[in-house]
Structures are given as C-alpha cells and as structure tokens.
C-alpha cells in the first residue's frame, strides 16, 4: 500500500505560480514512478505529468508543456508539480498518483491522494 498526500493548491489569478506538493509513505518511494492527474468539473480525469522513479524520464500533457514541471526528492518521499503561467482552464482539482512506470501511471496509476484544488483566475 501507498499513502499520498497532496498540498499546495489554492486560488491564484491567470499567470501566477504555483507549486504542488505530494508527500508518499508505505513503501520504498524510490522504487516507483510518480505522476499528477487533474479533473475539472465536467471533464474526465487527465494525467498531466509523471516521473521515473530516477527522474531521468518524464511525461507532460501537451497543453502544460512549458509551463509545468515534474520533479521528485527520493531522499524526502516527495514529489513536486511547478506550475508556472497559469491560466484558468488549469482550475481542477489535482491528484497525485503513483504506478510501477511513466507510461503505466498515464492511463492506470495504482494509487490515488485525495486531490487539491486549484483554481485559477481570470
């Protein structure tokens, strides 16, 4: 079993920052991949990012590429989403997630948090 915990999240006005963090305990954080998915209302879940358990393979969803970054410390159980230039159909509610690999994180992550918001203002 993993635990994940997201925190982060809040209101921020179009172009802002933001820095999304998931803290993960209940087993070896260094030996499975990472990633974030987002819902907004009315919209199916989207993974936008993920992460190799080394971090040297990473995923982005097109319309974030640029602007967010995906990053983990191994040494901290903890892994990040940078979301810069924010605009307003970013507003969701994020999720962090964790699988066996990138490419399995996208379409079918194992574990779940319990999500944060984000909303974005105009």
């Known amino acids: 079993q993993v635990q994940l915990v997201e925190s982060g999240g809040g209101l921020v006005q179009a172009g802002d920052s933001l820095r999304l963090s998931c803290a993960a305990s209940g087993r070896t954080f260094g030996s499975f991949a990472m990633g974030w998915f987002r819902q907004a209302p009315g919209k199916e879940r989207e993974c936008v990012a993920s992460?190799?358990?080394?971090?040297?393979?990473?995923y982005y969803l097109d319309s974030v590429k640029g602007r967010f970054a995906i990053s983990r410390d191994n040494a901290k159980n903890t892994v990040y989403l940078q979301m810069n230039s924010l605009k307003p159909e970013d507003t969701a509610v994020y999720y962090c997630v964790s699988g066996p690999s990138t490419v399995r994180i996208i379409t079918r992550p194992d574990y779940w948090g319990q999500g944060t918001q984000v909303t974005v203002s105009s």
């Open positions: 992460i190799s358990w080394s971090g040297g393979s990473t």
